[in-house]
């Protein structure tokens, strides 16, 4: 799976889970970017996540990822690539 590949459906699930379709992600983004992005709705992300690309992200690990960047390599690196 290529980054581009992670982005687009990563895009996807940040659109479901804020319920907002022109939501656009970059390594940049951070909650702070994203109105509705609060601790609650970070669980909530992370397990959509986890169910769109089959992976587990430990929670020690869900609440260090400082940016969307840091998220992408998370999925790749569980994904073995």
């Known amino acids: 799976m290529t980054r581009d590949e992670v982005y687009e459906r990563l895009t996807e699930v940040f659109r479901d ?11 940049s983004t951070t909650s702070a970017d994203i109105a509705d992005w609060d601790s609650f709705e970070h669980i909530n992300l992370i397990l959509a996540v986890e169910n769109e690309f089959g992976i587990k992200i430990p929670m020690g690990k869900a609440v ?17 690539n």
């Open 17 to 27: 889970v804020f319920d907002d379709e022109d939501i656009s992600i970059s390594d």
């Open 64 to 80: 260090e990822l400082k940016n969307v960047g840091e998220l992408v390599n998370t999925i790749l690196a569980s994904a073995g």
